[in-house]
């Protein structure tokens, strides 16, 4: 196949995504596709969740989570992600023991010592061995009361230290609450796999839901060495596929390489991403997806904040923030460039479909200063 031009790659990206095909999914299939979705913060994991399974609702999202089919953890990167349940051990064995390593140094200086995370283990297990969550006030009481430091950012550490090494993942909210539980209960059915199996099922994934794409974005997805990388995509012989030479090269799914070069690629139209969707954060060269001081007002200052965006066609075209309010949600977006009246009625309907799935009315103003 030749060198694919940027215009197939955002389609084909979109379509990997499951931004483009319309076809019925639950958001434990969806998470299952991705292997893994960045959400720290809860809402907008919740809509990248949402905007991927047609018609669903807030309340069908958080059922999941309830079910206890999805949670949230620090699989990779020491970042909350929502991963599958049944994935969490040998994910965390994989990429999530790196983050261990990484914040060593940072717990030292916040005088977090070894007697301090061995002690951790054992208040937690007293603490949840009933297998129902607890909140994190909850839990940080509780730990105080044991004698482990917990004050400043003793606490945070504290809590993904104990998710890091398989003792708690995070729990459902609680009336707008965190809570944590005790794997071991919440997700007792895990998936076993060999570390170089994990490099090869990682890759898969990441490939199939973020393809086309390279190694160097894979390996700064999962904050694994470039060499670990390679070895995950050269383990896939027959499901990806290779298309250009050295740096400049990218792969994608055996199908979807077939689907590009029948022209069978899907319509993908506007859409409302959440703020930290894996469209923008999911790569390290996002120069494909928007002009570089365009994609600043994303992330402005490269403070890690993603914003929420509209992408239209494929690229980013405006950012939007909401409040809500009563029985609505009063959504402000910010336009890059001054929309035409096609776009402004792609754009409307496209937050139109966030407001229903949170239930409420839709109240969309436009910025004019372009």
């Given at each position: 196949m030749a060198a694919l031009a940027p215009t197939v790659i955002r389609a084909a990206r979109m379509t990997s995504l499951l931004l483009a095909e319309h076809e019925q999914r639950t958001p434990l299939s969806v998470a299952e596709w991705f292997g893994a979705m960045q959400a720290q913060d809860v809402a907008s994991g919740l809509w990248s969740l949402g905007v991927r399974v047609p018609h669903s609702t807030a309340a069908d999202v958080e059922a999941a989570f309830e079910r206890g089919g999805l949670i949230r953890t620090w699989p990779m990167r020491q970042t909350v992600h929502i991963i599958p349940a049944a994935d969490a051990?040998?994910?965390?064995?994989?990429?999530?023991?790196?983050?261990?390593?990484?914040?060593?140094?940072?717990?030292?200086?916040?005088?977090?010592?070894?007697?301090?995370?061995?002690?951790?283990?054992?208040?937690?297990?007293?603490?949840?061995?009933?297998?129902?969550?607890?909140?994190?006030?909850?839990?940080?009481?509780?730990?105080?009361?044991?004698?482990?430091?917990?004050?400043?950012?003793?606490?945070?550490?504290?809590?993904?230290?104990?998710?890091?090494?398989?003792?708690?993942?995070?729990?459902?909210?609680r009336e707008g609450a965190q809570t944590f539980a005790l794997l071991s209960a919440w997700a007792p059915h895990q998936v076993e796999l060999s570390r170089d199996d994990a490099l090869v099922e990682l890759a898969h994934r990441y490939f199939r839901s973020h393809g086309p794409t390279t190694v160097k974005d894979f390996a700064g997805w999962t904050g694994l060495t470039l060499a670990d990388a390679r070895r995950g995509v050269e383990g896939n012989?027959?499901?990806?596929?290779?298309?250009?030479?050295?740096?400049?090269?990218?792969?994608?799914?055996?199908?979807?390489?077939?689907?590009?070069?029948?022209?069978?690629?899907?319509?993908?139209?506007?859409?409302?991403?959440?703020?930290?969707?894996?469209?923008?954060?999911?790569?390290?060269?996002?120069?494909?997806?928007?002009?570089?001081?365009?994609?600043?007002?994303?992330?402005?200052?490269?403070?890690?904040?993603?914003?929420?965006?509209?992408?239209?066609?494929?690229?980013?075209?405006?950012?939007?923030?909401?409040?809500?309010?009563?029985?609505?949600?009063?959504i402000a977006v910010e336009p890059f460039a001054p929309l035409s009246g096609r776009a402004r009625i792609d754009v409307d309907r496209a937050l139109v479909a966030y407001a229903a799935y949170l239930g409420r009315e839709p109240v969309i103003t436009v910025s004019p200063n372009a």
């Open positions: 051990r040998w994910m965390l064995d994989l990429t999530g023991t790196r983050g261990l390593d990484r914040m060593r140094s940072r717990r030292q200086q916040l005088g977090l010592l070894p007697p301090d995370l061995a002690r951790l283990r054992d208040v937690l297990e007293a603490l949840l061995e009933d297998g129902e969550p607890r909140t994190r006030a909850d839990i940080l009481d509780a730990l105080t009361a044991e004698g482990i430091p917990t004050d400043g950012q003793r606490g945070y550490h504290l809590l993904a230290y104990a998710s890091l090494t398989g003792v708690t993942c995070i729990g459902p909210q012989a027959g499901r990806l596929d290779r298309v250009g030479e050295g740096a400049d090269a990218v792969w994608l799914t055996t199908e979807l390489a077939e689907a590009i070069g029948d022209g069978r690629l899907a319509d993908h139209g506007t859409l409302a991403l959440p703020g930290f969707d894996e469209y923008v954060l999911g790569y390290k060269d996002r120069s494909l997806h928007g002009d570089e001081s365009l994609l600043d007002r994303v992330v402005p200052g490269g403070n890690g904040i993603f914003r929420a965006t509209i992408v239209r066609r494929g690229s980013v075209i405006a950012t939007w923030t909401r409040t809500l309010v009563r029985d609505q949600v009063r």
